[in-house]
T-cell receptor, first 112, second 112 residues
Framework: DGGITQSPKYLFRKEGQNVTLSCEQN?????MYWYRQDPGQGLRLIYY???????QKGDIAEGYSVSREKKESFPLTVTSAQKNPTAFYLC???????????FGPGTRLLVL | AQSVTQLGSHVSVSEGALVLLRCNYS??????LFWYVQYPNQGLQLLLK??????LVKGINGFEAEFKKSETSFHLTKPSAHMSDAAEYFC??????????FGKGITLSVRP
């Protein structure tokens, strides 16, 4: 089955800790995206990548970092600089620019 | 930059009643428009999309939407609500900068 997987489903972060959220797709899509979802605010774009070894900041990139070393993988690191990391994080992919985005099941990040 | 407005945060209908979820957009270029559905603690699932073909678009689960350029609208409808339609619904638009911009979402409740 083709799709997008995200792990873990729940993640707990301690003060000052960096944590990494995994996103893998086997759809052979070129583009991948990370969104943050907060109640009542819709989805906000954190980072996106249209091709391997290249990525761009979205609207709320501060306190986050990404890498795109393989076509199928786009991990997101939430750094200690992100002071309000509690949210639901969604990964998506698309064949290319301006194409339909397909979403993973999400990771909920909580702060201890 | 493009934008999406989903008026109100919550709609409640009786089972069997018409569902109407409103979406208005702004875009400086011909838009691509999408409706997604999200069930609690899950990712987003594509309901339907408009990409400049027919203005009346049919989607999954009996939903449809009509693109009206003169009204800059893309409202989502379903003739008869089912209990399983209770979820959060997001309208989204690709505009000039090729980023997908989401509305804040509308929660649909279905009363027995």
């Amino acid at each position: 089955d083709g799709g997008i997987t995200q792990s873990p489903k729940y993640l707990f972060r301690k003060e000052g800790q960096n944590v990494t959220l995994s996103c893998e797709q086997n759809l052979n899509h070129d583009a991948m995206y990370w969104y943050r979802q907060d109640p009542g605010q819709g989805l906000r774009l954190i980072y996106y990548s249209q091709i391997v070894n290249d990525f761009q900041k979205g609207d709320i990139a501060e306190g986050y970092s990404v890498s795109r070393e393989k076509k199928e993988s786009f991990p997101l690191t939430v750094t200690s600089a992100q002071k309000n990391p509690t949210a639901f994080y969604l990964c998506a992919s698309s064949i290319g620019e301006r194409e339909t985005q397909y979403f993973g099941p999400g990771t909920r990040l909580l702060v201890l | 930059a493009q934008s999406v407005t989903q008026l109100g945060s919550h709609v409640s209908v009786s089972e069997g009643a018409l569902v109407l979820l409103r979406c208005n957009y702004s875009s400086s270029v011909p838009p691509y428009l999408f409706w997604y559905v999200q069930y609690p603690n899950q990712g987003l699932q594509l309901l339907l999309k408009y990409t400049s073909a027919a203005t009346l678009v049919k989607g999954i689960n009996g939903f449809e939407a009509e693109f009206k350029k003169s009204e800059t609208s893309f409202h989502l409808t379903k003739p008869s609500a089912h209990m399983s339609d209770a979820a959060e619904y997001f309208c989204a638009v690709y505009g000039a900068n090729s980023k997908l911009t989401f509305g804040k979402g509308i929660t649909l409740s279905v009363r027995p």
